[in-house]
Structures are given as C-alpha cells and as structure tokens.
C-alpha cells in the first residue's frame, strides 16, 4: 500500500477522499440534525438525469448532474414550502423522473456508456485531476455559503417557526441549504455513487453526533470521521481486494455500530453553540 502512494492516480484518490469528506462532514451535520436524509436520496438520484444527459450531450455527466441535481434541490425546496403536495411524494415524484430521463437519455446516446457503473456504484480509484479541481471548487462555495448563513441556518436547523415569526427568509434559506446538499452529493457521487451517497452523507455526521452536543464542533468532528471512512476504506479494499465504494461504506457502518454500542445513545438535538436564534442546552 505503502508502495502504491507512489502512484499518480493513487494521490488523487487520498484527494477525492479528503475533498469528500469536507463537504459531506459540514453539509452532512444539517441533514443529520434537520431530518433530511430522504430529500437528499432524492436529489441524488435525480442527478442521475443529469448523467445520461451529459452522455448524450458529450460533455463531463459530473457537470450534467451538478445541473440536474441544483435543479432538483430547488424543485423540491420550492413545492414542499407551497405545494399542498406532501413531501414524499414530491421526493418520490423527482426521484423518479431524474432517474427515468437518465435512462431514456443514456438510451438515446450512439454507442457505449462508459464508466456509468461507477457513477452508480462509485469508483474513486478512476477520478481524474479535473474532477479534483471541481470538488476544491465546490468545497470552498459551500465553506463561504456556511460561513456566511451560519447563524441563520442554525436557527432553521432548530427551531424554523420561530424564525419564521421573527422574520427570516426561512424558504429561501431551506432552498440555499438545499442547494449545498445538491453540490455535496455531486462530490460524492464520483467517491460512492448515486447509490450510495446519502450513506457517507449521513453516517460521518451522525457518529459525531454521539461526542458532541455542538453543531459547530459536530461538523469539524464529521470532517474528520469522513477522512477515516474514505482512507480506511480504501485500505480495506485494497487488502480485500473489494470495491472501493461499497467497502468505504461497509466500513462507516462498523464504526457506527461499534460507536453506538459503547457511547450509548446521546441527546436527541445538539446545542447550537450559542450563536443562532436558539440555544439548546
């Protein structure tokens, strides 16, 4: 393993999994603490439109789902706030359509499709160094966008009626955090795939959330567990000779489970730090 670090394509590798755990540790700690794990499934496999369209179109399918999973976030941040449509079956809805145009898509692009399994199954051992430049770029837009909005998602996060009556802009602000999720999972989706990604977006965060009752030192917890899981994983899928993808999550998994084994089950909310509308203590 040593030996392999020497490898070109190897150094991307450790990047990708360093880049994804920035975005899946920050962004993750919301969707662990606001409950949004199942409109994150669904943006992630309506990005999948966004695939087969790149492959018809011939260009990057990263930049296809980038476009088709902003599209998405802002879809369903919009209906569910003012639509009498109930949430699931909004996600549902989108989820469903993001997948059956990837296909139709795909369907319709002369040739082969290469590489669609690992946008499925993900394939980190394959990323290229221009999708390393992409994943800096999004990490820093959701650090700025996080850092700028701190205060004002924590309260969303916490308690959203009542900065609503206090006169914040809490459904523009669902669709901003929305719209993070959406960049978040198109890093993933070259590290996990479209599968898999809602598992690395959620599990970081929620074994953080058993050392900390802050959201602040949750998300630099979560960074650094999403480090563990990817080079851990890896390692593993090089002894085993597995997947890369499916044994990154295999192994979040165990470290969840053993960590939820002995830290016992913790406070169902973090605090929040003191800063937001909110403070839970």
Known sequence: MIEALGYGFIQNVIWAGLLAAIGCGIIGSYVVVKKLASISGGIAHAS???????????INPV???LAFSLLAAASMGTLTRRSRISEDTIIGMLWALG???GIIFIGLTPGYAPDLFSYLFGNILTVPSSD???????????????????KEFLGVSFD???CRVSGMPTGLLYVIML?????TVVMLIRVVGIILVIALLTIPAAVAR??????LKMMGLSIGFGVVFCLGGLWLSYILDFASGATIILFSVAVFLAVLAFKG???????????????HE
């Open 48 to 58: 999948f439109g966004g695939i087969g369209l790149g492959y018809l179109l011939g």
């Open 63 to 65: 930049l296809g789902a």
């Open 99 to 101: 997948m059956a145009l």
């Open 132 to 150: 390393l430049v992409l994943m800096l770029v999004l990490d820093a837009l959701i650090i700025g966008v996080v850092w700028f909005f701190y």
């Open 160 to 162: 959203e009626e009542f």
């Open 179 to 183: 719209g993070l999720i959406a960049l």
């Open 210 to 215: 058993r050392f900390t009752d802050s959201l």
């Open 265 to 279: 089950k913790k406070k169902q909310e973090p605090a929040s730090d003191k800063t937001g509308c909110i403070n």
